[in-house]
Nanobody, 129 residues
């Protein structure tokens, strides 16, 4: 189990950038696949981007491809989401999520919330037009 704390949210104008961080505490961060989800007003929670435990594999929802970049620093137990060219429709609470991904099993990105066991409290991102 890991504890996750997001930071970096805020208010930004359309076209601007933000970088979200998710700091993990607990053991064996490098054994966890990590993802970002978001939930906009009156919307269901949706997958945004994910990165495998090794960092070798990433996956993005189509709406953010080319604008968002997920990365991780296993030495710092932190995963990042760099968000560029932000649009008003990116406005949401962004959540960091972790799923155990032991060595020896396939190193891939899971895209469904039910696959993730640990969640942060969320950080608000508001993009004004």
């Amino acid at each position: 189990q890991v504890q996750l704390v997001e930071s970096g949210g805020g208010v930004v104008q359309a076209g601007g950038s933000l970088r979200l961080s998710c700091a993990a505490s607990g053991r064996s961060f490098s054994s966890y696949g990590m993802s970002w989800f978001r939930q906009g007003p009156e919307k269901e929670r949706e997958f945004v981007a994910g990165i495998s435990r090794s960092g070798d594999n990433t996956f993005y929802v189509d709406s953010v491809k080319g604008r968002f970049t997920i990365s991780r620093d296993n030495a710092k137990n932190t995963v990042y989401l760099q968000m560029n060219s932000l649009k008003p429709e990116d406005t949401a609470v962004y959540y960091c999520a972790a799923r155990i991904s032991p060595q020896g099993l396939r190193d891939y990105v899971a895209r469904y919330a039910r696959n993730y066991s640990d969640w942060g409290q969320g950080t608000q991102v508001t993009v004004s037009s």
